[in-house]
Structure formats: structure tokens, C-alpha cells
């Protein structure tokens, strides 16, 4: 799946919020691009779809459904651009849904 900057470049230009004694807030938001460049990305869907039609599997590709114009995980469908949201699982269900067919007997 792509991952995004999002939530991290929103924070950056957040008004911190106040420190409450013996409090946790919500940990800082990390750059995603940082660890998982969006090219290494494309690189290994390639690779997996490569490899699954050479072993007759199914390919399932959420990519396709969740990235954007820039290459990032639609801005909304994640809180810290890595995992899905509520409203990534509904796009992630629409994608399995529409592949289930091509598995089943």
C-alpha cells in the first residue's frame, strides 16, 4: 500500500498542544517517506504481481485504490499514513470484494 506525509506535515504546522502534568498525549507524528521511499514501493508491488502470475495467484491491489495524484496514501483514509482508517478498510473491502471471484471455485 502507498503511505503518506499527511498527518505528519499537518503536525508540523500545529499549535502544540499544552502539556498536562502526568499526561501522555498522542506521540508525535512520523515522516513515512523517511523509511518507506514511495519508490521501493512501487518496486515491490511490481515484483508481487510479477510473481503472482507466475504462480497462478491472485494479485489484490489496494495501490491502485489508495494512492493519490502524488504517489501518497489518500490524504483521509489514514491517521499516521501508514495504516488504513475506517475509511481505508472500506476501500480495502471493495477491492477484496471485487477480486473474490477471481478465487473462488
Do not use: C
Not at 500545529?14 to 498525549?25: L, S
Request: glycine residues 10%; proline residues 11%; neutral net charge.
Amino acid at each position: 500500500m502507498p503511505i503518506s506525509d499527511y498527518p505528519y506535515l499537518r503536525q508540523q504546522g500545529a499549535t502544540p498542544a499544552p502539556v498536562v502534568p502526568g499526561g501522555r498525549g498522542a506521540p508525535p507524528r512520523q515522516k513515512m517517506t523517511d523509511g518507506r521511499p514511495p519508490s521501493d514501493i512501487l518496486k515491490l508491488n511490481a515484483w508481487l504481481k510479477d510473481y503472482a502470475a507466475k504462480v497462478n495467484a491472485t494479485y489484490v491491489d489496494y495501490f491502485s485504490a489508495m494512492v493519490d495524484d502524488q504517489g501518497w496514501l489518500k490524504d483521509g483514509i489514514s491517521g499516521d499514513g501508514l495504516h488504513p482508517n475506517a475509511e481505508g478498510y472500506k476501500i480495502m473491502t471493495a477491492v477484496l470484494t471485487a477480486a473474490l471471484p477471481k478465487v473462488a471455485p
